[in-house]
Each structure stands twice: as C-alpha cells, then as structure tokens.
C-alpha cells in the first residue's frame, strides 16, 4: 500500500507561480511513475505531467513551457512547478504514483489551485 501527502496549492493571481509536491511513502516499488493530474468542476480529471523512476517526462500540451515537474534522484518526492499560470489552470490537483510491477494507481487527497484573472 502506497500513501501519497500533497501539499503547495493555494491562491494566486494570473501571471503569479506555485509549486505543487507529493511525497510517496509505504510499498514503494523500483518500477514506478508519479504525476499529476487535475480535474475542474465538472470536467474530466486529466493528465497535467509524469515523470517515471527513470526520469522520462510527460506533459499535457496546455501546460507546456509553463510547467515542469521533477524528481530529485528519483526519489519519491515529485514537484510540480506552475509558472504563466491562468484562470484555466483552476482545478483540484491529484498526485499519482504507478505501480508498474502490479500496474495499479494510487491517488493522493488532492490540492486545490485557483488562479484569479
């Protein structure tokens, strides 16, 4: 059992930056990804970036060159760092991490972002 703790989001007006992380801990795997992915009031919950244990990145197209998420050494601590941001960006944003040797997902609690215009 994997247990993810978020934390960064908040309230900030458009133009400003936030930095969203995610640290995972418990039956933590070799093979692995961790990400993010958002969900807006009545919207699907959609990719923003993932990042796997080996370092390959994965970025929605809305968010790139605005967004970049890391992993120092591959540990299990993920940063989501969102610059330019916009009212668009205005969701809850999950953690996930992969477990690829069983291929199941672990969702953290969520954090939400506002972005004012």
């Known amino acids: 059992q994997v247990q993810l703790v978020e934390s960064g989001g908040g309230l900030v007006q458009a133009g400003g930056s936030l930095r969203l992380s995610c640290t995972a801990s418990g039956g933590i795997v070799s093979f692995n990804a961790m990400g993010w992915y958002r969900q807006a009031p009545g919207k699907q919950r959609d990719l923003v970036a993932t990042?796997?244990?080996?370092?390959?990145?994965n970025y929605a197209d809305s968010v790139k060159g605005r967004f970049t998420i890391s992993r120092p050494n591959a540990k299990n601590t993920v940063y989501l760092q969102m610059n330019s941001l916009k009212p668009e960006d205005t969701a809850v944003y999950y953690c996930?991490?992969?477990?690829?040797?069983?291929?199941?997902?672990?969702w953290g609690q969520g954090t939400q972002v506002t972005v004012s215009s």
């Open positions: 990042i796997t244990s080996s370092g390959s990145t």
């Open positions: 996930r991490y992969t477990d690829y040797s069983v291929g199941y997902n672990y």
